[in-house]
């Protein structure tokens, strides 16, 4: 199984709201990343978890929040954004072997957030 | 710092025809390069990747890609393209950061199959 799963698959919320994305893999794989993707661009890296610690934070602002509660599931808090964070957010998992310059990086379907 | 181009934007190709997309990457040592694909609306799917060994590789649905260093290339091939083909191509290079890997994306390009 070399599934990526991603929730919800389309997520519409205002400016003042307070939502969550969430990302699960059972590939016992032990780092998790998070992409956002705008409209006709490559995917940007925003955060990574290796072994449920944050190893990678590419200066995201604050109003996203990152959690890995546990090996299996990541997810993603949202308050207070900005229309401009519409856009595709992908989730990915690789297996964290040391080094780890070949692991492949596994993606789910991603959610397409729009900000109001 | 590395980084990936793709020359072409968007490409059409008949049914049929041969395809290859360009690719070249700027990186210091020996690169980790990698290829996805992406319909629209979806994830990415690995179509194959390169760190060592032979430079030319073999991926998934018919594609293989040949690794130049000379020309700091990786170009994906395939020798007859499919309908189903039509959606757009990122090169990737990775570069370890322990035990995750970071991807640089190129641009993308968009392959449009006429029937």
């Known amino acids: ?91 990915a998992s690789s297996q964290a072997t040391q080094g780890a310059l070949a692991d492949t990086q596994y993606f789910g379907p991603g959610t397409r957030l729009t900000v109001l | 710092a590395q980084s990936v181009t793709q020359p072409d934007i968007h490409i059409t190709v008949s049914e ?45 649905k018919g594609f293989e890609a040949e690794f130049k260093r000379s020309q700091s290339s990786f170009n994906l091939r395939k020798p007859s393209v499919h309908w189903s083909d039509a959606a757009e191509y990122f090169c990737a290079v990775g570069v370890g950061t322990g035990t995750a890997s970071k991807l640089t994306f190129g641009t993308g390009t968009r392959l449009q199959v006429t029937l």
């Not at chain 1, 602002?61 to 954004?81: G, Q, V, W, Y």
């Open chain 2, 16 to 60: 049929g025809a041969s395809l290859e997309l360009r690719c070249n990457y700027s990186y210091g040592a020996t690169p980790y390069l990698f290829w996805y694909v992406q319909s629209p609306g979806q994830g990415l799917q690995l179509l194959l990747k390169y760190f060592s060994g032979d430079t030319l590789v073999q991926g998934i």
């Open chain 1, 1 to 91: 199984d070399t599934e990526v799963t991603q929730t919800p698959k389309h997520l519409v919320m205002g400016m003042t709201n307070k939502k969550s994305l969430k990302c699960e893999q059972h590939m016992g794989h032990r780092a998790m990343y998070w992409y956002k993707q705008k409209a006709k661009k490559p995917p940007e890296l925003m955060f990574v978890y290796s072994y449920e610690k944050l190893s990678i934070n590419e200066s995201v602002p604050s109003r996203f929040s990152p959690e890995c509660p546990n090996s299996s599931l990541l997810n993603l808090h949202l308050h207070a954004l900005q229309p401009e964070d519409s856009a595709l957010y992908l989730c």
